[in-house]
T-cell receptor
């Protein structure tokens, strides 16, 4: 699985958009980009994933660059409850077989009032 | 309600004792995973399973054992061979393929 690089921490003002970057320069064509978040002392929560196209759901938007070497998770209106560690993961599906989720150290997003 | 349940939330054991952590899911997921998390660190994969009676080692399997006798259950045993067992343990499950994984709330194991 490709390795990801994220900044260790970021701040964001409440109500503003939070843009969390992730580099995955060694990503290959069949690897998906996944984002999870972990609020302190809880299990990680799935946010969104994508392969090539930008994706949006009720929680966030995922922007993947055309060369797929980096992506950005956007929380459009951050709230204090969005304070968490955000993990960017790349994951291969081997067509019928399961695969591993490999987590890095993530980005601690601190939403400030 | 469908979900994945880990029990207990907190567990204390004496050094040298084996301990088994429970993980049950009623999501009808084929794949199940165990991760370990140390303070300020990301998650590290211990074992995973994609079908009953089959499982594979992750990156840090030494000192741990698992079983998968039922689709719903994937217990993890922390043996006395695990040198630093105190950690936060997370279980997850997913369908096979390109889909998200669902995590339990974790078990915090402290060995004294």
């Amino acid at each position: 699985d490709a390795k990801t690089t994220q900044p260790p921490s970021m701040d964001c003002a409440e109500g503003r958009a939070a843009n969390l970057p992730c580099n995955h320069s060694t990503i290959s064509g069949n690897e998906y980009v996944y984002w999870y978040r972990q609020i302190h002392s809880q299990g990680p929560q799935y946010i969104i994933h994508g392969l090539k196209n930008n994706e949006t759901n009720e929680m966030a938007s995922l922007i993947i660059t055309e060369d797929r070497k980096s992506s950005t998770l956007i929380l459009p209106h951050a709230t204090l409850r969005d304070t968490a560690v955000y993990y960017c993961i790349v994951r291969v599906w081997y067509g019928g077989a399961t695969n591993k989720l490999i987590f890095g150290t993530g980005t601690l997003l601190a939403v400030q009032p | 309600d469908g979900g994945i349940t880990q029990s207990p939330k907190y567990l204390f054991r004496k050094e040298g004792q084996n301990v088994t952590l429970s993980c049950e899911q009623n999501l009808n997921h084929d794949a199940m995973y165990w991760y370990r998390q140390d303070p300020g660190q990301g998650l590290r994969l211990i074992y995973y399973s994609q079908i009953v009676n089959d499982f594979q080692k992750g990156d840090i399997a030494e000192g741990y054992s698992v079983s998968r006798e039922k689709k719903e259950s994937f217990p993890l045993t922390v043996t006395s061979a695990q040198k630093n067992p105190t950690a936060f343990y997370l279980c997850a499950s997913s369908l096979l393929g390109e889909t998200e994984a669902f995590f339990g709330q974790g078990t915090r194991l402290t060995v004294v």
